[in-house]
């Protein structure tokens, strides 16, 4: 503790207080190491009797794994029960009073919900979605801001077994008719504007232009939840009387009683899409017993959750984090749990932590580059606030740099907070490596070790595992409960992509990492095109179709660089099929328009940061696109790589120049 201030410093180490030793549901290593040896004598065994003691069954099962079918895993296949019944249902009888969400909205409005009444608005809307039709394994799109409404659509969709995908908010019409028509889907819910750092932003037009686009005649309910004033947006909001009906229109008269539908533990509970490392998003599907007991697990274990905390994870339920986190980890443990509409920055950058103070929050999870950026307008605010209410810290998404590290620590935790790093995917569904933090040290910039009964390891190309520091791909030997159990329509894709052959049978995360002599990982980044920008997950080939798909681009190259506050930066290398602009107005203006383009087309979130023009990309004499010299180009590095297979050296000139 005593170098604390030394921030390149790697060795330090931070113990958990012998108070949260004490307190701590895993308490110390030999309870992490019981775990993990129980795992070890019988896998199978150590995740049954979990799954009996967690989740609540209609049909208890009998199977726990079964493998026959390797990579297509199956985990208590033959047991029943709801996921929507074990988050809601199950506490009626010993807490209905009890506060599930306390909704900030943007304008700081404050609205509770307890869990009676979040069960009785599930119901009703379930039969509102029953109304229309809706059964079993139909897929729903849910395109809709941070709001209690959301959790209720996503909570309604897995009492009736229906399969919902969630499309954040920020993604654009072209990227929500990709998904609406990838799932096939038959409704979408969604809201008529959200509100986000004082504007308001409407939402609905966004599906109606994604509907216009043709393939998507199978969807036959769009359902509109009112979040704005009907005169602020009402005029935007056009409306097809063949398929739009408002959510309260929908729920009138509905009964807030409804059964829920009892599936098998291998039902789809959802889709959600992520980005690859080709231009398609996949769509990554989940069960329903074995995701919902990494979800609580990990309630359990990382976050180390406690009937008393006021838990907050700010993510958007747009991302894997926001499903895990808000929608179905906080619920199923009959938690209180902070659900914020807003920004973190307005009005102020003390918004994060005057809610922490009026909510009492205990458990804060966010993101690298949440913190990164409040650092930057205004490292002294959480001064001003009293955190003391904090016992617990968490991160998410992407690398967390040891000084953002130590800020979070000392600053917000007062130096009196564990902080688990939590390495984890939208394919595994729940945390995979991060601190027990009444059991491990911590050590900033390192997620730890694994979860009990994760057998994660690193290998090289071959497949063999390696021991020294030099790292190499991260891999998960075995199954595990929570994991992803196909790509939804394209099971080759899923078997090829996360089961190489050469991996012989691990599970492949795409991640590099290295552990140290503690035995601890520390993820390197991506092994594959995927970029992390602002901790989203975006795939390089998808901004450059995004970008020739406009009729001035021929080519297009993207690559990432590294970004204070984003984690990476969006850098595009473009041959138009015209000429080069050859002067610096015209360039400038024609990035702009490109820039605008792929927001458009994607969302805002893909802006590329910067455009290069080149009269050609670097290319292999065998016509391959020379990425890492694209990459040093972007980072400004002198080009120390061997050129000499380049067809084209010339143009390495050319694309040094920045248009921003
Ligand atoms: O590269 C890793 C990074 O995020 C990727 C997964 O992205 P996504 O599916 O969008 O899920 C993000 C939220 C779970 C991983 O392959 N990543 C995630 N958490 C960490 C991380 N990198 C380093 N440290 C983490 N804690």
């Not at 819910?189 to 509907?211: C, F, H, N, S």
């Amino acid at each position: 503790m005593s170098n604390i201030e030394s921030v390149l410093n790697e060795t330090r180490v931070f113990e958990p207080s012998a108070e949260f030793v004490k307190q701590a549901n895993v308490s110390g290593m030999a309870g992490y190491q019981a775990l993990c040896k129980a795992a070890e004598q019988d896998y199978a065994g150590f995740w049954a009797k979990l799954a009996r003691e967690t989740l609540q069954w209609k049909k208890p099962f009998t199977k726990s794994l079964n493998e026959s079918n390797a990579p297509f895993f199956k985990w208590f296949e033959d047991g029943e029960l709801n996921v929507s019944y074990n988050c809601l249902d199950k506490h009626l009888a010993g807490q209905p009073e009890k506060t599930a969400i306390i909704f900030e909205a943007d304008d700081g409005k404050v609205t509770k919900i307890n869990y009676r009444d979040l069960h009785a608005r599930a119901c009703q809307f379930a039969n509102g979605l029953k109304s229309r039709g809706i059964r079993k394994g139909d897929r729903v799109i849910i395109y809709m801001p941070m709001s209690i409404e959301a959790v209720v659509a996503m909570q309604a969709c897995a009492r009736i077994g229906a399969i919902h995908s969630v499309v954040f908010g920020g993604f654009s019409a072209r990227s929500l008719h990709e998904r609406i028509t990838d799932a096939q889907a038959c409704a979408v819910i969604t809201a008529d504007a959200q509100m986000r750092g004082g504007k308001v932003m409407p939402l609905k037009p966004a599906v109606d232009e994604a509907l216009a686009m043709g393939g998507c005649e199978m969807v036959h309910s769009v359902i509109v939840y009112q979040r704005a004033k009907p005169d602020t947006v009402r005029p935007d909001t056009a409306w097809n009387a063949q398929h739009d009906i408002w959510w309260h229109d929908l729920v009138l008269g509905q009964s807030t009683a409804c059964e829920p539908e009892w599936v098998g533990a291998e039902h789809p509970l959802f889709i959600l899409y992520t980005s690859g490392s080709t231009g398609r998003p996949k769509g990554v599907q989940h069960s329903s017993g074995g995701y919902l007991l990494g979800a609580m697990l990990s309630m359990q274990w990382v976050f180390d959750y406690k009937a008393g905390d006021i838990f907050w994870c700010t993510a958007d339920v747009g991302w894997v984090t926001g499903h895990t986190y808000v929608a179905y980890g906080p619920l199923a443990m009959g938690a209180t749990q902070v659900v914020f509409e807003g920004i973190p920055t307005y009005p102020d950058a003390g918004r994060f932590w005057k809610m922490i103070q009026n909510h009492k929050v205990t458990t804060f999870y966010t993101a690298p580059t949440a913190i990164r950026s409040l650092i930057k307008l205004g490292g002294e605010l959480p001064r001003q606030y009293d955190l003391s209410s904090l016992r617990l810290l968490g991160t998410v998404g992407e690398p967390i740099n040891p000084e953002a590290w130590m800020w979070y620590y000392n600053t917000v935790g007062q130096a009196r907070c564990p902080i688990v790093d939590t390495w984890w995917q939208t394919e595994t569904g729940c945390h995979m490596i991060a601190p027990l933090p009444g059991a491990m040290p911590i050590k900033p910039g390192s997620c730890t070790l694994p979860l009990p009964g994760i057998i994660a390891t690193i290998v090289n190309e071959a497949g063999d595992e390696v021991h020294d520091q030099h790292g190499g791909f991260l891999v998960i030997k075995r199954p595990f409960p929570s994991q992803i159990r196909t790509i939804w329509g394209d099971p080759e894709r899923y078997k090829n992509g996360y089961f190489p052959e050469e991996m012989r049978g691990y599970y492949l995360a795409g991640d590099s990492a290295h552990r140290d002599e503690d035995g601890y990982f520390w993820i390197m980044g991506r092994i594959d095109d995927v970029l992390k920008v602002s901790g989203h997950r975006l795939g390089t080939m998808e901004i450059e179709s995004a970008l020739v798909a406009n009729p001035l681009v021929a080519e297009a190259a993207v690559v990432g660089k590294p970004h204070d506050i984003k984690g990476e930066a969006i850098v595009a290398f473009v041959v138009l099929k015209g000429a080069r602009p050859a002067d610096p107005a015209t360039s400038a203006q024609l990035a702009e328009t490109l820039r605008t383009w792929v927001a458009k087309t994607i969302g805002p979130i893909a802006k590329p940061d910067e455009i290069r023009f080149g009269d050609n990309l670097p290319k292999t004499r065998s016509g391959k696109i020379m990425r890492r010299l694209l990459r040093a180009i972007a980072n400004g590095e002198e080009i120390s790589q061997d050129v000499s297979t380049l067809e084209n050296p010339a143009i390495l000139e050319q694309l040094k120049n920045p248009v921003r």
